[in-house]
């Protein structure tokens, strides 16, 4: 297999984590980025070994460029995934797009349809396809283990510090600067849901709200930020706490450490903490996503799925119970337990992987693996090694905003037929 050119747009954590697999690897090469902030811009130029004539402020400076390699990562802000999207594709660009796909359902379509009319590649990060785990999940359905899949349970466990990290303090804290925290953080579990019963609901409800992270939750005597803070040491949200252990710790340094600051020194940490946005009382923030949410969803078969997102957790794996005619099952990202109703059997599957549940430990194998079959799909030209395009991606999301309306107006949604 040829060894891909690629170019990056976005030098964040994510870009550089697909980048840098692909390089690492050896099946893909970084020959020209784009990323505004000057010192990424310049860290990322110098690791992949980017000429300066291919390194850029901005996206639209790449692309006016003409086509510069065989395919374009682009893991810019959420609002910022369609126009650099749609002009890769109009360049010839095949796509890896990091989730959510768009932030509206219109920049979404566009998006697809730019990837019919080019006839190129536009895969989504729905990293959650592509663990071991659900491999085998996947497997144990099509192959009829439990009979047919009546109805499911899934939770997805944010954590408490990943919460306050993200969706209080972080970038992804407000619905009209990001979006939902259903599209921001749960578009992987709705497409993973919809891929287990290899279609989309027809029906959905949902409730959810912000619940905590609001001034009425701060305990007395709390102040605007943690190093001013007298009750601190006590309140489970602590950014001292979080950020301090972070330092002795490798892989907690890269994330979450690295999005509030690049010097991991006492001091370093310190002071982001005291003038920047990290550093702030989760109690007096201008967050306004939801903590926690559920969605209930029902298929043309009668099918339900009901799927819960909570800040108030461990962080961990996705939890799920498939429960069918013939049999259930009970997963944990790792594991999987079975039951068989026809014999009594009982047993476990373990699909265990090195990989932890976070970002920062590839979701569970999913990220490496997703790059891997982008990479050799661009190769190849087999589309058929990605788990889904971009038309089964617009469909996912379109459960989401149709989940989404639903919270917002407590209505029952229906979905279009075929969506």
């Known amino acids: 297999m040829s060894r891909v050119t690629l170019a990056l747009v976005g030098a964040g954590l994510r870009g550089q984590s697909y980048a840098r697999h692909a390089q690492t690897s050896g099946s893909g090469r970084v020959v020209a980025l784009a990323e505004p902030d000057p010192a990424r811009r310049a860290a990322a130029a110098a690791e992949f070994g980017v000429p300066q004539d291919r390194v850029y402020a901005d996206w639209s400076e790449l692309v006016a460029a003409g086509r510069l390699a065989d395919a374009v990562i682009v893991a810019t802000q959420d609002r910022q995934h369609a126009e650099p999207a749609i002009a890769s594709a109009d360049l010839g660009y095949h796509v890896l797009l990091e989730k959510p796909m768009a932030t509206t359902e219109g920049e979404a379509a566009a998006i697809a349809a730019a ?3 080019n006839k190129t590649m536009i895969a989504v990060c729905h990293v959650l396809r592509y663990t071991p785990y659900t491999r085998t999940l996947k497997r144990m359905l099509d192959e009829g283990a439990i009979g047919r899949l009546v109805s499911v349970q899934h939770l997805e466990p ?8 993200s969706f209080v303090r972080g970038n992804w804290r407000r619905s009209d600067t990001s979006a939902p925290m259903l599209l921001t953080k749960s578009c992987h579990d709705i497409d993973w849901l919809v891929y287990l019963f290899g279609r989309s609901p027809h029906r959905v409800s949902s ?3 912000l619940t905590h992270f609001r001034a009425e939750g701060a305990p007395a005597g709390a102040a605007a930020r943690c190093t001013d803070c007298p009750v601190e040491s006590t309140c489970p949200y602590s950014a001292k706490r979080l950020y301090l252990d972070c330092l002795d710790d490798p892989e907690r340094r890269y994330w979450p450490l690295s999005a509030v600051t690049e010097d991991h020194t006492e001091a370093g940490v310190l002071e ?3 003038t920047g946005p990290y550093g702030r009382c989760v109690y007096a923030c201008d967050n306004d996503v939801v903590d926690h949410q559920v969605v209930s969803m029902e298929f043309d078969d009668g099918a339900t799925c009901s799927f819960t997102m909570s800040a108030f957790t461990p962080q961990e794996h996705r939890r799920t119970r498939l ?3 013939h049999g259930y099952l009970d997963g944990d990202g790792v594991t999987i337990r079975t039951v068989d109703f026809r014999t009594g059997a009982e047993g476990v599957v373990d699909t265990r992987t090195a990989a932890g549940p976070s970002a920062a430990d590839g979701h569970g194998g999913g990220d490496e693996a997703l790059m891997d079959a ?3 799909a661009v190769a ?3 589309r058929g090694v990605l788990k889904s395009d971009a038309a089964a991606s617009l469909a996912s999301h379109r459960v989401v905003w149709a989940a989404e309306r639903a919270r917002t107006t407590g209505a029952v949604v229906a979905l279009a037929a075929g969506v």
């Open 115 to 117: 990837a019919e009319r």
């Open 272 to 274: 982001a903490l005291r």
């Open 158 to 165: 944010v954590g408490w510090w990943h919460q306050a990290h």
């Open 374 to 376: 982008f990479v050799a």
């Open 207 to 209: 409730f959810g709200s």
């Open 323 to 325: 429960l069918g005619t």
């Open 380 to 382: 190849t030209g087999d």
